[in-house]
């Protein structure tokens, strides 16, 4: 079984500049989740999705940010003007099943962004 | 504030020493799930286990135990024995399931740095 993927693997922008992430999860899988991890600190959750629905976009800075995953598949974040406090490796996971506190979430290899 | 505390930030040991991680959580929910996750210098998280809030029984996996007590809201992590290989960052993680909450979210703690030297 293929794992989460993800897209590019490495970022390297300048500020102000616009950066866009993908991710296809596991087969099957309905819900989706982006993280953000600052280096020395642990993922932060920025958005879920259940199938192509939103479930929590709380922690999503939506001035800046975006995601969307129209066919309930793949995904894909966005960053829009960047800042240097975006630096941070942006995870993607996937479960199996609806949205649930009990689902382990697989993880994708994440995309490394740095801001200059 | 906080809801899982992982207090040690870096942790050396040498081969074949014993290590314990240590996690410490908050939640008003009566339902949790608490799981434990390594993320090798790679960078993808991989599972490493998962308790529920109703489960204190204490779970043994090869060289990995896991201390569950519910009185001192603690989720404690032991690598017996322990190899080179087992050098990552640890997270601990809490997901609630009470009214209000988002199923699904996990908050993480900061993650226990682990290395394991020949």
């Known amino acids: 079984e293929a794992g989460v993927a993800q897209s590019p693997r490495y970022k390297i922008i300048e500020k102000r500049q616009s950066v866009a992430f993908w991710c296809n999860p596991i087969?099957?899988?309905?819900?989706l989740y982006w993280y953000q991890q600052i280096l020395g600190q642990g993922p932060k959750l920025l958005i879920q999705f259940q199938n192509n629905g939103v479930v929590d976009d709380s922690q999503l800075p939506k001035d800046r940010f975006s995601a969307e995953r129209l066919k309930g598949v793949d995904s894909t974040l966005k960053i829009q003007p960047a800042k240097l406090e975006d630096s941070a490796v942006y995870l993607c996971?996937?479960?199996?099943?609806?949205?649930?506190?009990?689902?382990?979430?697989?993880f994708g290899p994440g995309t490394r962004l740095t801001v200059l | 504030a906080q809801k899982v505390t992982q207090a040690q930030t870096e942790i050396s040991v040498v081969e074949k020493e014993d290590v314990t991680l240590d996690c410490v959580y908050e939640?008003?929910?009566?339902?949790?799930?608490l799981f434990w996750y390594k993320q090798p210098p790679s960078g993808e998280l991989v599972f490493l286990i998962r308790r529920n809030s109703f489960d204190e029984q204490n779970e043994i996996s090869g060289r990995y135990s896991w201390n569950f007590q519910k009185s001192t809201s603690s989720f404690n992590f032991t690598i017996t024995a322990s190899q080179v290989v087992d050098s990552a960052v640890y997270f601990c993680?809490?997901?609630?399931?009470?009214?209000?909450?988002?199923?699904?979210?996990?908050?993480f703690g900061r993650g226990t740095q682990l290395t394991v030297w020949p």
């Open positions: 087969s099957g899988h309905a819900t």
């Open positions: 993680a809490l997901s609630e399931e009470g009214r209000g909450s988002t199923l699904g979210r996990l908050y």
């Open positions: 939640t008003r929910d009566t339902t949790y799930y």
């Open positions: 996971a996937s479960s199996n099943g609806l949205a649930g506190a009990y689902n382990e979430q697989f």
